[in-house]
């Protein structure tokens, strides 16, 4: 994406990234990592939401203009997805990570039709396992998966993989290279964290 490193500046700056090499965190697959990110942080932010927001909606009008409807992935993915519908005069609906156990037991909340392209919002790629059972969830459903928009990748190659397998276009609007570019810049990190920064990338599963 053109705007990888601006949008990597907006995170960084309103801390929705947390660099920690010497502290790692616990990822609740277990996985040990240098980094954290949390888009939900840029929506207490009105400017950086707001850019990002548009940057979303730019990107699904010109890489995915036949979308009859936008599908948010619940529940970080909710906010943007229903932002980028705003803007761009699309229906919105959500898909929850299972069907609700009371009332109409729904795992889609919205007024989908089948047929209809459905792009999927996604707030952050990581092995990309989540993001891949919304798609078959909309599939079931009997509608046609556009492809997918995401705001940040770590861009593991199982996640890569997994995208090319499924056959789904993903497009992100920044990736991990473009914000350890932009730390490395702001001076956040130093040569020998960028290092093991760069490592865990390579095998995050085993890291650490």
């Known amino acids: 994406m053109k705007n990888a490193s601006v949008i990597a500046d907006k995170l960084l700056q309103v801390r929705a990234v947390k660099l920690s090499p010497d502290q790692p965190f616990t990822w609740a697959s277990g996985w040990k990592s240098p980094i954290y990110c949390d888009n939900r942080k840029v929506l207490a932010h ?20 036949d979308a009859d409807v ?11 997805g229903a932002m980028a519908a705003d803007q761009l005069k699309l229906p919105f609906c959500y898909v929850r990570p299972k069907p609700k156990e009371h009332g109409l037991g729904n795992q889609i909340e ?13 707030d952050l790629i990581s092995t990309g396992k989540s993001s891949l059972q919304v798609v078959d ?4 459903a009997g509608v046609r998966v556009a492809g997918m928009v995401a705001i940040f990748t770590y861009g593991f190659p199982q996640a890569d993989a997994a995208f090319e397998q499924a056959g789904v276009k993903l497009v992100t609007l920044s990736n991990y290279p ?3 570019e932009r730390a490395i810049g702001k001076g956040l990190v130093t040569s020998e964290q960028e290092e093991i920064l760069l490592n865990w990338r390579q095998n995050p599963a085993t890291w650490g």
């Open 46 to 65: 009105p400017h950086e939401r707001d850019f990002i927001k548009s940057e979303l909606a730019n990107v699904i009008f010109e890489q995915f203009p």
């Open 70 to 80: 936008i599908a948010g992935v619940a529940t970080a993915g909710i906010p943007w």
């Open 178 to 180: 473009a914000l350890i």
């Open 137 to 140: 969830v909309l599939v079931k």
């Open 110 to 122: 919205g007024d989908l039709q089948a047929g209809q392209s459905v792009l999927i919002v996604e």
